[in-house]
């Protein structure tokens, strides 16, 4: 009996030891491009972009989703937008090079909170928030609570309305108060770089992922124990937030569009798409079929046109949308 107790030991001895080696090695691969700002009770994490002379929108604020961090969404639209807007990408708090701060920061409320008080630091008065997946809970919270600081909204592949089942197993392992803190520093470091290729590639399904994703955006940073672990935490108690918030979301007057895929194996677009088009009055939804999970980086170019037509100017997006419909289908043959 004393045997295979010492050998369990000594496996999550070696897990511990490996989880700790690969997140150095994970920071020095993807070292911060960010700045960390202390916004009171917790330092936040942002790449903050001046905007250019000849700016044209207001600024924009990027929520990144689940097992994100700042770099998935700069490089899917810095180059679009530089010089044309302020921005400001944030990693949220516990995620990336952000602190956790307090309990609060574990539901989207205490996140958006936090956001708010960054752009207070950062002399941002409004913004149009876009929020993608995870990340446009947090928009819409925003948007509820700082109605004065919204100045449009544009929601990415949304995860925002209570839907039918659960979450994935590891997620709720992670986020139980003994066991998950020693999962999120043995296993998962070894079992998340096992599958982080293929996890990639789900996400983005049916599209392709680009070739440089995993080089240019560092989501193996999410494996890093007490990222996982908030990361965990966030997304368990996401369904008994939206469950409490949604009914909320008719409070939102600010110009607002929608964007999503007919294809996301990942959320389900008719709940949550569908019921901000519901919920918000004044909304567009763009529904595109042929699409996954990731209109940030297959329908760059609409998600821009949207932040335009928020910001007041004349963009057919369904136009758009009924062409990358066309393209989508000839790369899928």
Known sequence: MLFPLLAIA???????????IQSRKIESRYPNIGELTDIGGMRMNALHIPAGDQADLPPLVFIHGA?????????AFRDSLEGRAELVFVDR??????????????????QAAA???????KGIDRAIIIGHSFGASIAASFAVLYPEKTAGLL????????????????????????????????LAMPAG??????????????????ADYIDKTGPALVLRPESFRNNALDV????????RMAPRYREIAAPTVIITGDSDDVVLEEIHSRGLERDIAGSELVWIRGLGHK?????????????????????????????????????AQ
């Not at 368990?236 to 469950?243: D, E, N, S």
């Open 236 to 243: 368990a108690g996401l369904h008994a937030y939206v469950t």
């Open 10 to 20: 000594a496996l999550i001895g070696c897990a511990g030891v490996f989880s700790s």
């Open 193 to 210: 770089l096992m599958r982080l290729e293929a996890a990639i590639g789900s996400v983005f399904g049916p599209n392709p992922a680009p």
């Open 67 to 75: 097992s994100g961090n700042l770099r998935d969404q700069a490089t």
């Open 115 to 121: 956001i708010a008080r960054l752009m207070d630091k």
């Open 295 to 331: 209109p940030d980086y297959i329908a760059t170019d609409i998600a821009v046109a949207a932040l335009e037509k928020i910001a007041g100017r004349d963009r057919d997006l369904q136009a758009m949308a009924r062409t990358l419909e066309i393209r989508l289908r000839q790369q």
């Open 155 to 186: 929601f990415l592949a949304p995860a925002t309305h209570p839907w039918p089942g659960g979450v994935d197993w590891y997620y709720d392992v992670t986020s139980t108060p003994v066991i998950g803190p020693l999962f999120a520093r043995t």
């Open 93 to 110: 708090p516990g995620h990336g090079y952000s602190e956790r701060g307090g309990p609060e920061n574990a539901t989207p409320d205490g």
